[in-house]
């Protein structure tokens, strides 16, 4: 977006502004306290000339070279009077104040035009965000797609080419830590953790921008200072009006040496420029920050880009794409399940195969948005997640077909596949015809805010006969508008994949996504049945609906117009009736 290209330009012209303004506010202090300087000897002159004549006068003038020299000769202590308050007022119209008058008011410009950019940045980004499972859900996603842009627009000044959707990946899960960064283990302190702080010093950016530039001139005191100055020049005369003792003339020399000339004026202003300095450096070092973590995320996208073969090592390189998975993920059963290093590898040769299956095929496509269809054996458990947990970065929607504890048959996992199948088309058959209840619509993940059963899906081993239709059918098939992918052991992988949590496929998926700049609607043919876990039969219609034991799911189809070859390997998977394919429960 242009408003973040030119905020980010706004916000380093922004700290050069600042350090000029504080070194002003700084000279201006020195200018304070050395005319401070002479309305304090003119004060002594006049102490001193009072008890011991024109000799201590001559000797107060060797003392401050020569500057009581025409104090004693004008003789009159009014004369050291008028002096001090014209010396006084004379800073008012000095180049340091005027200089300083001209950078304040630059600084409450460029200030009022961030503020105004934020503004406009917000409004836009408030209009991207999709459909939200909450209001603040919808809030964070706002505030996560600005700092993405501004990370955006940080990044091509530094000429470092991130995808955005890799931004707003990031961000959308750093957000989502806010509030749990206690619950996250040992995993706080990883190197991708500190990720999470972009959360944070985004929300201390905004709020230091959104306090303008001008409301913080006025909090140095500056409109005061012309009024502190008089009153200092007041009473200095006042002073001078009395005629005081030389022990008097000599407590004020050491009162003068111990003060350093320093009033209240001129303290207040290099407190300022302190500030100014202190609150120049934050901004800059929340910037370094968020740059840090653009350069780290173009790292991580150069690591998975380069992944090599399934392998059961771990690189030190491919350990850091883990860490980032652990840092961002809030889900407790993946970050429990990553313990391990076993797993550790599970994971990263997954990667690899979603990868092999859809890198190809997204570039032969000239489309943003593609739909995914992914097949496995499936079952569900008596453990609940949220659906939002199936919706993350660049997934635009996850859909189920089935009700819960039901199994599909070939007949409905090839119309899922090719995108055919419809609501109206739709039996049950087997334990009962008749679902509780029987929503008009397919079961929306991105649209749910209920938690749904958790599932799991494994893969197709080689010792089944469909792994063979489907090694001769090479790699991921495609229909009109969707990428059919098998969860297929590779025949070169010597240990199977594991069964894995629905979720974990959505996050390795989200990941490959948002590296390529692609969207998808994920669609899942596997069963859902309960495969021996207890009947949560209220839990179950709540989310959507349910059938009894063994009953599957099925519609019409002409034999004669599908791929034969690709029904053939459905049949062998899911059977004619539902569940009649082989489920493999693994360790998980």
């Given at each position: 977006?242009?408003?973040?290209?030119?905020?980010?330009?706004?916000?380093?012209?922004?700290?050069?502004q600042?350090?000029?303004?504080?070194?002003?506010?700084?000279?201006?202090?020195?200018?304070?306290e050395?005319?401070?300087?002479?309305?304090?000897?003119?004060?002594?002159?006049?102490?001193a000339?009072?008890?011991?004549?024109?000799?201590?006068?001559?000797?107060?003038?060797?003392?401050?070279?020569?500057?009581?020299?025409?104090?004693?000769?004008?003789?009159?202590?009014?004369?050291?009077v008028?002096?001090?308050?014209?010396?006084?007022?004379?800073?008012?119209?000095?180049?340091?104040?005027?200089?300083?008058?001209?950078?304040?008011?630059?600084?409450?410009?460029?200030?009022?035009?961030?503020?105004?950019?934020l503004?406009?940045l917000?409004?836009?980004?408030?209009?991207?965000?999709?459909?939200?499972?909450?209001?603040?859900?919808?809030?964070?996603?706002?505030?996560?797609?600005?700092?993405?842009?501004?990370?955006?627009?940080?990044?091509?000044?530094?000429?470092?080419?991130?995808?955005?959707?890799?931004?707003?990946?990031?961000?959308?899960?750093?957000?989502?830590?806010?509030?749990?960064?206690v619950?996250?283990?040992?995993y706080?302190?990883?190197?991708?953790?500190t990720?999470?702080?972009?959360?944070?010093?985004?929300?201390?950016l905004?709020?230091?921008?959104?306090?303008?530039?001008?409301?913080?001139?006025?909090?140095?005191?500056?409109?005061?200072?012309?009024?502190?100055?008089?009153?200092?020049?007041?009473?200095?005369?006042?002073?001078?009006?009395?005629?005081?003792?030389?022990y008097?003339f000599?407590k004020n020399?050491?009162?003068?040496?111990?003060?350093?000339?320093?009033?209240?004026?001129?303290?207040s202003?290099r407190?300022?420029?302190?500030?100014?300095?202190?609150?120049?450096?934050?901004?800059?070092?929340?910037?370094?920050?968020?740059l840090?973590?653009?350069?780290?995320?173009?790292?991580?996208?150069?690591?998975?880009?380069?992944?090599?073969?399934?392998?059961?090592?771990?690189?030190?390189?491919?350990?850091?794409?883990?860490?980032?998975?652990?840092?961002?993920?809030?889900?407790?059963?993946?970050?429990?399940?990553?313990?391990?290093?076993?797993?550790?590898?599970?994971?990263?040769?997954?990667?690899?195969?979603?990868?092999?299956?859809?890198?190809?095929?997204?570039r032969?496509?000239?489309?943003?948005?593609?739909?995914?269809?992914?097949?496995?054996?499936?079952?569900?458990?008596?453990?609940?997640?949220?659906?939002a947990?199936?919706?993350?970065?660049?997934?635009?929607?996850?859909?189920?077909?089935?009700?819960?504890?039901?199994?599909?048959?070939?007949?409905?996992?090839?119309?899922?596949?090719?995108?055919?199948?419809?609501?109206?088309?739709?039996?049950?058959?087997?334990?009962?015809a008749?679902?509780?209840?029987?929503?008009?619509?397919?079961n929306?993940?991105?649209?749910?805010?209920?938690?749904?059963?958790?599932?799991?899906?494994?893969?197709?081993?080689?010792?089944?006969?469909v792994?063979?239709?489907?090694?001769k059918?090479g790699?991921?098939?495609?229909?009109?508008?969707?990428?059919?992918?098998?969860?297929?052991?590779?025949?070169?992988?010597?240990?199977?994949?594991?069964?894995?949590?629905?979720?974990?496929?959505?996050?390795?998926?989200?990941?490959?996504?948002?590296?390529?700049?692609?969207?998808?609607?994920?669609?899942?043919?596997?069963?859902?049945g309960?495969?021996?876990?207890?009947?949560?039969?209220?839990?179950?219609?709540?989310?959507?609906a349910?059938?009894?034991?063994?009953?599957?799911?099925?519609i019409?189809?002409?034999?004669?117009t599908?791929?034969?070859?690709?029904?053939q390997?459905?049949?062998?998977?899911?059977?004619?009736?539902?569940?009649?394919?082989?489920?493999?429960?693994?360790?998980?």
């Open positions: 977006m242009e408003e973040a290209d030119e905020l980010i330009e706004l916000l380093f012209l922004w700290q050069k600042q350090e000029a303004c504080a070194d002003k506010l700084l000279a201006l202090a020195k200018e304070l050395s005319i401070r300087c002479v309305s304090n000897t003119t004060q002594l002159v006049g102490n000339t009072a008890v011991v004549g024109f000799a201590a006068a001559a000797v107060a003038t060797f003392l401050t070279a020569g500057l009581a020299a025409p104090l004693a000769i004008g003789g009159a202590i009014g004369t050291a008028s002096f001090s308050s014209v010396a006084l007022e004379t800073i008012l119209s000095s180049l340091n104040m005027k200089d300083a008058q001209k950078i304040i008011k630059e600084v409450e410009e460029t200030g009022d035009k961030i503020q105004g950019l503004t406009a917000n409004d836009q980004c408030a209009g991207h965000v999709l459909g939200a499972h909450s209001s603040a859900e919808s809030s964070d996603n706002g505030e996560s797609e600005v700092i993405s842009h501004i990370m955006g627009a940080l990044a091509r000044r530094n000429r470092i080419d991130v995808p955005l959707d890799l931004l707003r990946s990031f961000n959308k899960a750093t957000f989502s830590h806010q509030q749990t960064l619950e996250l283990g040992p706080a302190t990883s190197s991708w953790m990720g999470v702080l972009s959360t944070f010093l985004f929300f201390s905004r709020t230091a921008l959104k306090a303008s530039a001008k409301k913080g001139v006025k909090n140095l005191g500056i409109i005061g200072l012309k009024t502190l100055i008089k009153r200092s020049a007041l009473v200095a005369g006042s002073s001078l009006a009395v005629v005081v003792s030389l008097d000599v020399c050491e009162e003068m040496e111990r003060n350093n000339y320093v009033t209240k004026a001129s303290q202003l407190d300022a420029a302190r500030k100014i300095k202190e609150d120049k450096k934050t901004l800059e070092e929340k910037l370094d920050a968020l840090d973590i653009i350069k780290k995320l173009l790292r991580l996208k150069k690591r998975i880009q380069n992944l090599g073969d399934y392998s059961l090592d771990m690189s030190e390189d491919e350990q850091e794409i883990v860490d980032y998975i652990q840092a961002t993920c809030n889900d407790p059963i993946i970050i429990s399940w990553l313990k391990t290093r076993e797993h550790k590898t599970d994971l990263l040769n997954f990667l690899r195969f979603l990868r092999k299956n859809l890198e190809e095929e997204i032969r496509r000239n489309s943003r948005d593609i739909h995914i269809v992914f097949v496995s054996h499936g079952s569900i458990d008596n453990r609940f997640v949220p659906a947990s199936l919706v993350l970065a660049n997934i635009l929607d996850t859909v189920l077909y089935s009700p819960w504890n039901c199994f599909i048959n070939a007949n409905a996992a090839y119309g899922i596949a090719q995108g055919c199948i419809t609501l109206e088309q739709r039996r049950f058959l087997g334990g009962d008749n679902p509780y209840p029987l929503p008009q619509h397919w929306s993940m991105r649209r749910s805010k209920q938690r749904i059963p958790q599932i799991l899906l494994a893969p197709v081993g080689q010792e089944e006969p792994w063979d239709i489907f090694n059918l790699g991921p098939q495609q229909s009109y508008d969707r990428i059919i992918i098998p969860y297929l052991v590779p025949e070169n992988l010597k240990k199977g994949f594991p069964v894995l949590h629905f979720q974990t496929v959505i996050s390795v998926l989200s990941l490959v996504l948002v590296t390529t700049g692609i969207r998808a609607t994920v669609h899942l043919a596997a069963c859902l309960r495969n021996k876990t207890p009947l949560m039969v209220e839990e179950w219609k709540r989310q959507y349910y059938t009894v034991d063994k009953t599957y799911m099925t019409d189809l002409d034999e004669r599908v791929d034969p070859l690709l029904f390997a459905f049949k062998l998977m899911f059977g004619v009736q539902g569940g009649q394919g082989r489920y493999r429960r693994e360790r998980h």
